[in-house]
């Protein structure tokens, strides 16, 4: 629905769009012809003419009045999922499951524009020591160094292969480490973005990976069953740990650097001294649940996993024995962390929920939801003061962690945009150069009585402003 009309548009599963009355509910009008699901619709500027996005992967031009079908856009292969009308009416621009954004004329229906890329899941994140800067992990196989703050983006670290898995700052805050479905790790200038080593020894995915307390050392467990330690400074490997047939998916260093944690698909968790690889103990603690995440608390004397059974589990780390079982989840757990005062755990799952848990009592004290994907992974602040979040819906969102308001969403964009928004105020806080062209308002101009679609830049900031705002109050994203 846009404000101030009196008809609302809609796409359905039964390939059709309609046209309703908004004040009766009616059906005015359904216009048929796509061949799948009707994914996306919009109105033209001046309100003549419809616009609709299938999954036939076709778009198509109607006549509001009559009915009719103008034109047909063909080009896309995958399916169409979202589209727009330029704001003067004379261009519309598609993104498709094809992962490229295409413009064309309106008029006659010609193919303008391609752009390729796609819109890249945040898969991973990571705070920096000093919680002045983030860094996330994506499926377009690039990591992106974001401004805390401000949002804005500062770094783009092009090297591997495939997709990033995991990603760590190093303890100085200087270097960035990332291992990837490549079957490798790199180590970056946090700063200039170059690649200084790559640690190449693993036979499959690199799954996980960890800096020393030092930051001496780098660890890294891998779905070849083993986990590897590396000379931080030279990339040499140290040590290789074959300890089970399941492939390692999450491991940590103990808060002294003397032991090493791992946790695998196999339902246990082994802990290892880190010098010689031998193994000290295993916590069982977790039953019959498969682990997905792990980490150590900061004075080391307890284990967190995010489980399987859609429950997070609290053992003894010297014992093995479980101490809590914290449950609350709709769906499998999928990472989890301390607050750096050990008081409380993070967690995020595939129910596309943040939690925050009493430690010590296992009792849920906030719940984060809203419009987001599933949640790959999550970080609290040096602080404690906020919370990070990665997810599926291709953001980074930044929470407060007392109160749980989303207060920045950090948004990977197709062809390397990316731009941070603050939904709460409607206003975006910083965007990229090209973001625009995938940012927009739109709104009932009362005076023209037309839509209005206004790009994001129209409203800023766009870099090297330092603050902004978005102008009309009946904007909205």
């Given at each position: 629905m846009v404000a101030g009309r009196d008809e609302l548009l809609s796409g359905s599963e039964d390939n059709t769009m309609k046209v309703w009355d908004a004040q009766t509910g009616e059906e005015l009008r359904a216009l048929a012809g796509h061949g799948?699901?009707?994914?996306?619709?919009?109105?033209?500027?001046?309100?003549?003419?419809?616009?609709?996005?299938?999954?036939?992967?076709?778009?198509?031009?109607?006549?509001?009045?009559?009915?009719?079908?103008?034109?047909?856009?063909?080009?896309?292969?995958?399916?169409?999922?979202?589209?727009?009308?330029?704001?003067?009416?004379?261009?519309?621009?598609?993104?498709?499951?094809?992962?490229?954004?295409?413009?064309?004329?309106?008029?006659?229906?010609?193919?303008?524009?391609?752009?390729?890329?796609?819109?890249?899941?945040?898969?991973?994140?990571?705070?920096?020591?000093?919680?002045?800067?983030?860094?996330?992990?994506?499926?377009?196989?690039?990591?992106?160094?974001?401004?805390?703050?401000?949002?804005?983006?500062?770094?783009?670290?092009?090297?591997?292969?495939?997709?990033?898995?995991?990603?760590?700052?190093?303890?100085?805050?200087?270097?960035?480490?990332?291992?990837?479905?490549?079957?490798?790790?790199?180590?970056?200038?946090?700063?200039?973005?170059?690649?200084?080593?790559?640690?190449?020894?693993?036979?499959?995915?690199?799954?996980?990976?960890?800096?020393?307390?030092?930051?001496?050392?780098?660890?890294?467990?891998?779905?070849?069953?083993?986990?590897?330690?590396?000379?931080?400074?030279?990339?040499?490997?140290?040590?290789?740990?074959?300890?089970?047939?399941?492939?390692?998916?999450?491991?940590?260093?103990?808060?002294?650097?003397?032991?090493?944690?791992?946790?695998?698909?196999?339902?246990?968790?082994?802990?290892?001294?880190?010098?010689?690889?031998?193994?000290?103990?295993?916590?069982?603690?977790?039953?019959?649940?498969?682990?997905?995440?792990?980490?150590?608390?900061?004075?080391?004397?307890?284990?967190?996993?995010?489980?399987?059974?859609?429950?997070?589990k609290v053992c003894d780390a010297g014992t093995g024995e479980a101490v809590r079982t914290l449950e609350g989840h709709g769906s499998l757990v999928t990472s989890c962390a301390w607050s750096p005062d050990r008081i409380h755990v993070l967690s995020g799952s595939q129910d596309r929920t943040l939690k925050v848990w009493d430690s010590r009592t296992g009792r849920e004290l906030l719940t984060f939801s809203g419009d987001q994907g599933v949640i790959s992974s999550c970080a609290w602040s040096p602080d404690g003061m906020q919370l990070l979040s990665g997810s599926w819906d291709h953001t980074l969102r930044v929470w407060d962690a007392r109160t749980g308001s989303l207060k920045l969403t950090l948004a990977n964009l197709p062809s390397g945009q990316s731009a941070a928004l603050d939904f709460a105020n409607n206003r975006v806080v910083w965007a990229s150069p090209g973001a625009w062209l995938y940012l927009a308002w739109q709104f009932y101009d009362e005076d023209a009585k037309r839509l209005r679609v206004l790009p994001a830049e129209h409203f800023g900031p766009l870099p090297g402003s330092r603050d902004g705002d978005t102008g009309d109050d009946s904007a909205k994203s």
């Open positions: 799948n699901t009707v994914m996306s619709c919009a109105w033209s500027p001046d309100g003549t003419q419809l616009l609709s996005g299938s999954g036939d992967k076709t778009l198509k031009v109607w006549d509001l009045r009559t009915g009719q079908q103008l034109r047909t856009l063909t080009g896309h292969r995958g399916w169409v999922a979202e589209c727009a009308w330029s704001p003067d009416g004379t261009q519309v621009v598609s993104a498709s499951f094809d992962h490229t954004l295409m413009v064309w004329d309106a008029r006659t229906g010609e193919e303008v524009q391609t752009f390729s890329g796609h819109y890249p899941r945040a898969t991973e994140c990571a705070w920096s020591p000093d919680g002045t800067l983030v860094v996330s992990g994506t499926r377009d196989y690039t990591l992106k160094v974001w401004d805390a703050r401000t949002g804005a983006q500062l770094q783009t670290l092009m090297g591997h292969s495939s997709w990033v898995t995991a990603c760590a700052w190093s303890p100085d805050g200087t270097q960035v480490l990332s291992c990837s479905d490549d079957n490798t790790l790199k180590v970056w200038n946090a700063r200039t973005g170059e690649v200084l080593r790559t640690l190449a020894g693993h036979g499959f995915t690199v799954s996980s990976c960890a800096w020393s307390p030092d930051g001496a050392r780098v660890l890294s467990g891998s779905h070849d069953t083993t986990m590897k330690v590396w000379d931080a400074r030279t990339g040499h490997e140290l040590l290789t740990i074959a300890g089970d047939q399941s492939p390692v998916v999450s491991c940590a260093w103990s808060p002294d650097g003397k032991e090493l944690l791992s946790g695998y698909y196999g339902k246990t968790l082994r802990v290892w001294d880190a010098q010689t690889g031998h193994e000290l103990r295993r916590l069982t603690g977790n039953g019959e649940a498969g682990v997905y995440a792990c980490a150590w608390s900061p004075d080391g004397r307890h284990v967190l996993s995010a489980c399987t059974d859609r429950t997070l």
